[in-house]
């Protein structure tokens, strides 16, 4: 059992439990809570505490997964922020050890975050780290989580690349290595993500979103690598298979000093597209589910071209929307992609639509 709180407020804790390498999720948890409420319990002999410190351990790990493709060709210039979460000190101790310019901010623990709240998906807790890829003339600036295993980035010209972006920049990495192999996508992503893995040589896999899921997802078809919208980024390629925000910054920044280009440069390769952020808006336990249940129904009757692999994911001629129910909160979370904004703005009316008709108050996209 890891204790957590990531992206949650200061006050909240959460579990992350494993059995062996298998993540515990959805009903499982919920059997779980039966059988703390019943004391239910197996019987069996006395257990043992093991205090076993594994910091030195995990930072050099992760220096050797910084393996730069053919000679280094230039030096980097890199700013972090660990936003004053659990990474903090591992990301002090790896940044000493990995070559180039390393400027830190934010490094210290401390969980009333006192500088912004350590949540990479929200552009205001990365304005810190923008200004200080600015001041320090950085080639790109990383940011993680409250528990490190979520990463932001944003480039040598303070744009943010959001986790999709990121993802299919790895990507190519990975497939120069294994052609072929499966690269996962939450049901989030863009579609420019699965059209440059395809064009990279792989195949692409849209999956649900969450990090158990992907996980083990990961190891029924064993994929080398994925990632969610979040920021999560799992490597099994040269890794165990799981969501290590640090590695994943590791792993970037090998393909930069190997490569020579700069983290703009390949940004500016990706096709652009228009979007809504993710939204989230309220929606009892007890209705988002139901909701997402009643849409998905009314467009399969019209016929439409859709995914239900995780909430409902329509595809037109114009771009795609989404609607999904949060797994934590009571929350809708929805999203639209176009290639222009009149397209955009037809996709958010579509939605909005759907929404109306199943009684939810439509949200400002």
């Known amino acids: 059992?890891?204790?957590?709180?990531?992206?949650?407020?200061?006050?909240?804790?959460?579990?992350?439990?494993?059995?062996g390498r298998t993540g515990i999720y959805g009903p499982a948890i919920r059997k779980l809570g039966e059988?703390?409420?019943?004391?239910?319990?197996?019987?069996g002999p006395r257990g043992k505490v093991e205090d076993r410190p594994v910091l030195d351990r995990y930072v050099d790990r992760l220096v050797?997964?910084?393996?730069?493709?053919?000679t280094p060709q230039r030096e980097i210039s890199v700013a972090w922020d660990a936003g004053n979460g659990a990474a903090g000190e591992a990301m002090a101790l790896l940044a000493k050890r990995l070559p180039g310019r390393h400027v830190l901010i934010n490094e210290r623990i401390d969980g009333t975050f006192p500088a912004h709240h350590p949540d990479p998906t929200v552009p205001e807790n990365l304005v810190q780290l923008q200004q200080t890829v600015a001041r320090e003339h950085c080639d790109l600036g990383i940011a993680f989580d409250g528990d490190g295993d979520r990463i932001g980035v944003v480039d040598g010209k303070c744009r943010i690349l959001w986790g999709d972006q990121l993802l299919a920049i790895l990507a190519r990495e990975v497939l120069s290595k294994r052609p072929g192999a499966t690269i996962i996508g939450d049901v989030k992503s863009s579609q420019v993500l699965f059209d440059e893995i395809a064009r990279a040589g792989g195949t692409p896999l849209m999956w649900k979103t969450g990090h158990s899921v992907i996980k083990s997802k990961m190891a029924e078809i064993g994929a080398p690598l994925a990632g969610e919208m979040s920021g999560h980024i799992f490597y099994?390629?040269?890794?165990?298979?799981?969501?290590?925000?640090?590695?994943?910054?590791?792993?970037?920044?090998?393909?930069?000093?190997?490569?020579?280009?700069?983290l703009a440069e390949l940004r500016d390769e990706l096709p652009t597209m228009v979007n809504t952020p993710e939204t989230r808006f309220p929606c009892s336990e007890e209705r988002k589910f139901a909701v997402v249940e009643e849409i998905r129904d009314r467009l399969r009757k019209e016929g439409a071209t859709l995914s239900d692999i995780?909430?409902?994911?329509?595809?037109?001629?114009?771009g795609w929307w989404l609607l999904r129910a949060s797994n934590t909160q009571d929350v809708l979370v929805a999203r639209c992609e176009a290639k222009d904004e009149q397209a955009l703005e037809r996709l958010k009316a579509a939605?909005?639509?759907?929404?109306?008709?199943?009684?939810?108050?439509v949200p400002a996209f």
Request: no cysteine.
């Open 1 to 19: 059992v890891m204790v957590t709180g990531s992206h949650n407020p200061p006050d909240h804790n959460g579990f992350k439990m494993m059995v």
């Open 35 to 43: 059988i703390a409420a019943a004391g239910s319990f197996a019987g």
């Open 64 to 70: 050797a997964g910084f393996r730069p493709t053919g």
């Open 236 to 262: 099994s390629d040269d890794y165990y298979g799981f969501d290590d925000a640090l590695y994943a910054a590791v792993r970037l920044l090998g393909i930069l000093v190997g490569s020579g280009r700069t």
């Open 310 to 318: 995780d909430g409902v994911r329509v595809s037109t001629a114009d």
């Open 351 to 361: 939605l909005g639509r759907q929404l109306e008709m199943s009684g939810v108050p």
